[in-house]
């Protein structure tokens, strides 16, 4: 497999954690390691709070050894205040700093940050500049293809980026109106790759290692970036690693191994964040590895209700035991439309 270069820091091709705000903290982001993350990003720290001392963005910047190469993601839509954070964040030792500029969410947005700066390209300009210039490290953006349909720019912001100094971009094919709804567009990271001289990082809708082969063969990209296809699923990484490497997939996990992963996901987060806030985060993440088994309406019920990691082992233990449930005792064969005579 061969490597990707940013800067001075190479990675691995296979496929990166993207930056999710409230599920890529450490926890996750070392067991998505273990699977094969090659690269990983935190989740978004606020300039502001960090060059204010807020001990929450400080929290949100701690790496692990195991967690590297990764960049620290900065958001925020004053210059001297993202460059800044920037030389802030070196304190925690980070490989690349990463500049989001396609978060959608309409407390981010709604006050100029995040995706909001796709309508101003002077200002997000000013902004990599300065961040560029601060820091010791690459640094990359991300972004999404447009504020909406009838603003669809992605292809002149790459550019914007390049020309100011970012070593590399990641572009997310959905645009701000679209949320995390509809299809991503894969063809605006295809012209973008074509355009560029940068590393272009593609990001949107893999969710199996087929798909992210299909995102490499497709748009030519440097790098998959995989987002909300590994919640609960961390073991795609393995996936999509070995489909690379050697053209085969390897088998999913079963759900006792599915249940084991959920349970040790949680320990992590517990070691990190102590229980009460942990298991409050928990809720969300149980759900996700519940997705799709038997009984999984009425597990998500008992997900909401944990409060301690003995709740989340019973839990692990009710889905096991649903399952077995349902292998010994098969739906009953259906004779009415016989056509015996």
Not at 263 to 268: A, S
Not at 298 to 312: C, F, H, N, P
Request: glycine share 8%; proline share 6%; with cysteine.
């Amino acid at each position: 497999m061969t490597q990707l270069k940013i800067g001075n820091i190479s990675i691995r091709r296979t496929a990166a954690l993207a930056p999710m705000a409230g599920v890529a903290d450490r926890a996750f982001r070392e067991l998505c390691r273990e699977y094969g993350a090659c690269y990983t990003v935190t989740e978004m720290v606020s300039a502001k709070g960090l060059t204010m001392g807020s001990l929450k963005s400080a929290q949100l910047m701690e790496l692990g050894e195991t967690d590297h190469p990764a960049a620290i993601q900065l958001f925020g839509d004053d210059p001297e205040a993202m460059a800044r954070a920037a030389e802030s964040a070196m304190a925690c030792g980070p490989d690349l700093i990463d500049i989001n500029m396609g978060c959608p969410a309409p407390k981010i947005a709604g006050n100029g940050g995040g995706s909001a700066l796709m309508k101003n390209p002077d200002l997000a300009w000013r902004i990599i500049r300065a961040v560029k210039n601060a820091s010791p490290v690459p640094v990359t953006v991300k972004f999404r293809k447009g504020w909406d349909e009838a603003h669809i720019n992605a292809l002149e912001f790459a550019l914007m980026a390049q020309d100011a100094g970012a070593d590399a971009i990641a572009i997310h094919g959905r645009t701000r109106a679209q949320m995390y709804s509809g299809q991503a567009d894969w063809e605006i990271i295809r012209r973008i790759k074509e355009t560029v001289s940068i590393p272009v990082i593609g990001n949107g809708d893999v969710d199996t290692p087929q798909k992210a082969l299909d995102l490499y063969r497709q748009t030519g990209c440097d790098l998959v970036m995989v987002g909300r296809g590994a919640l609960g699923a961390p073991w795609l990484f393995a996936g999509i690693r070995q489909l690379l490497e050697t053209g085969c997939c390897p088998p999913p996990p079963s759900l006792v191994e599915r249940m084991e992963v959920m349970v040790r996901h949680v320990e992590k987060m517990i070691h990190y964040k102590g229980e009460p806030v942990a298991l409050r985060e928990a809720r969300k993440h149980c759900g996700w590895y519940l997705s799709g088994i038997r009984g999984a309406a009425s597990l998500r019920r008992m997900a909401g209700q944990i409060t301690v990691l003995e709740d989340v082992r019973a839990l692990a233990a009710e889905a096991v035991r649903l399952q077995e449930e349902e292998i010994a005792s098969p739906p009953p064969v259906d004779l009415s439309s016989s056509n015996t005579v």
